[in-house]
Structures are given as C-alpha cells and as structure tokens.
C-alpha cells in the first residue's frame, strides 16, 4: 500500500501533466497572460531611452521601484538634457541644483531638495527612503549624506548650459517658455509584473531660478505620489502651479474615488484655470491605475508621454485643457 505522501505526490504530478496536456487550459492561460495590463512603464516627454531601460528592468525580475530609479538616472546622466541633472540650466548664480523624490509599492518614500554636484539625485532619495528615518534631506545635509554614502562630487555645469547663462544674464528676465524643448521633469511610473507600483522624479527646475527654490518635484503628493492600492501619478512643467494643488495627490484619490486616470488628469489640470497666467504656463499630467489604465492630460498642446506596455514602446501627444477649447 502506498503511503500517503507517496499518494500527494502522484495527483499533484497528474494535476500537472493533466493541465499541460488539455489545449483548453493552456490557452486560457495564454488568454490570461495576454489581458494581463503588466508590467506597464509610463515617463512624460520623449524620454523613450528611459522607459525602455525600466521596462527591461521588470522584465529582468526588478520591483517597480527598481526600475524607476534606473529609469530616472538615464537623463539625469544625459549632458544634453537641459532639465534633469548633468547639463541642467542652473540657477541665475552658476549652480546647478537637483531636486528628485523616490516611492515604492509600500508607501515609503524618499526626497532630495537643493542638492549640488551629484550625478543622481534619484538614487541618494532612494537611500533616504531606505537607510534613514526621513523623507526630505535638503542642499548641504543632502550632499554631506550622499558623500558619505558611497557619491562623488562631479561638476554638473556643461559648457552649452554655461553659455546659456551667459546669454540669460544680458537680458536677466524670466519669461516661462511652453514647450521650449518638448521635455522637462523627468516623471516616471511602473508597475512591475506582480502588479505593484513604484514612482520617480528627478528635475534640475527652472533654468536660471532665484538661488534655493525648489519646486513640486520633490514633494511627495505634489510631484508624484504613488499608492499601491490605487495606482500612481506624477507631474511635469511649472512646479509651483502643480505645489498649489498637490496635484499628483489629488489625481491619485480622484482614482480612489472611481475616476479613471484620465479623467483625474483632466479634473486636476481643469482645476488650475483660475490661477493667474494660466495662459503662459505649462502643466502635464500623468497616471495609471491598478487596472494598468493610463491618463494624461495638460494646460496646453505639446505635452507628450512615453510608455511601454506588453513590450511595446508608443510616444503619445496628450490631450490638453486649451486645445478643446478653441
């Protein structure tokens, strides 16, 4: 007589040959597979290069929150990337200055503010989410933390973005420029395999800004904010029209709410209309649910987002508030 054991192991074995061998299971598998909406990787702008490396950072086996970081350090490394770390515009005193917050799936997060000479800001707020009891470190205290963790001090001011300053200074006027270079902030969303979510974003702010400011980007629920139950959302373009309507936490509860990603986007971005200039400025949003549904709206066209789902790379122009109005 066979044991019992011996007697599990057998029917778990034939359970198995039974659904490898009956075509009806092994597609509904298949279909299963295919409807599945994840891992999905959404970033504004063209930031094509970004998604991508996410993206193969999921497919590697990474959490979300792996594959944002490695998503955000590839404009913060790009010297030719005006908005976001290495060959930012600096402020009007010759500083380059960097501003990023980090979530995970797990509600924890991590800011950087008024940081200089580090490469990627991205990743010394994922330090501050993961080895400290704090959220937000700023200018001097940021750098001193990241110095003693393992970065290098590296001088971040190119010689374009140099020269840009030199030609702003004859003039000394800032006049905000709506898509000047059709990319700014870097915000970038996942959601991995398993359907948990991360969320990043990196800038180096306004070209030629008053010395200290800081933006929404490194505010947790201006900026980005990231709830694994709900889903994620960030923001791009003047931060502190985004700061005054903590916007990304706002499109993120309207999801809780019932309001699909898009329509959170275009709640959130109507909601700015009786802010003064509206007009001049620029804001865009982006979000995606649990449901691997995605939203983006804007102030005005030209806002684009990159995304990679089921493998595949689309960059999309987002609706705006003034295109439907003309």
């Known amino acids: 007589m066979q044991s019992r054991r011996k007697f599990l192991q057998n029917t778990a074995l034939l359970g198995v040959g039974s659904a490898l061998s009956n075509p009806l299971l092994a597609e509904n598998k298949l279909q299963i597979e295919k409807d599945r909406p994840f891992p999905i990787v959404i970033a504004t702008w063209n930031n094509e290069k970004a998604v991508k490396a996410a993206y193969q950072v999921i497919k590697s086996g990474g ?5 944002v970081e490695m998503g955000a350090k590839v404009p913060e490394a790009d010297p030719n990337d005006t908005s976001v770390g290495y060959g930012g515009f600096p402020d009007r005193d010759g500083h380059v200055t960097l501003d990023a917050c980090i979530m995970d799936e797990f509600g924890n997060a991590g800011s950087v503010m008024f940081l200089e000479d580090i490469m990627h800001p991205i990743s010394v707020a994922r330090m501050v989410m993961e080895k400290t009891p704090h959220v937000f470190l700023a200018g001097e205290g940021a750098q001193q933390f990241a110095l003693e963790n393992g970065f290098e001090k590296q001088n971040l001011l190119t010689d374009k973005a140099k020269q840009a300053l030199e030609e702003w200074r004859k003039t000394s006027q800032y006049q905000p420029k709506i898509n000047v270079e059709r990319h700014d902030t870097i915000g970038i969303l996942a959601a991995d395999s398993n359907g948990n979510f991360g969320g990043a974003c990196s800038t180096s702010g306004l070209a030629f800004k008053m010395r200290g400011r800081v933006g929404d980007s490194p505010i947790i629920g201006a900026g980005l904010y990231v709830d694994n139950e709900v889903g994620a959302a960030t923001a791009t373009g003047l931060g ?60 005005h066209p030209g806002f684009q987002y990159a995304v990679v789902q089921k493998g595949k790379f689309r960059l999309v122009d987002s609706k705006s508030l003034f295109s439907e109005k003309k």
């Open 240 to 299: 502190e029209v985004v700061v005054k309507k903590v916007g990304a936490f706002s499109i993120v509860e309207m999801m809780r709410n019932g309001k699909s990603p898009q329509q959170a986007c275009e709640e959130a971005i109507k909601r700015l209309q009786n802010l003064k200039n509206i007009q001049d400025l620029q804001v865009g949003y982006i979000a995606v649910s649990k449901k691997g549904e995605i939203g983006a709206f804007s102030v």
């Open 63 to 67: 959490r979300a929150v792996d594959a």
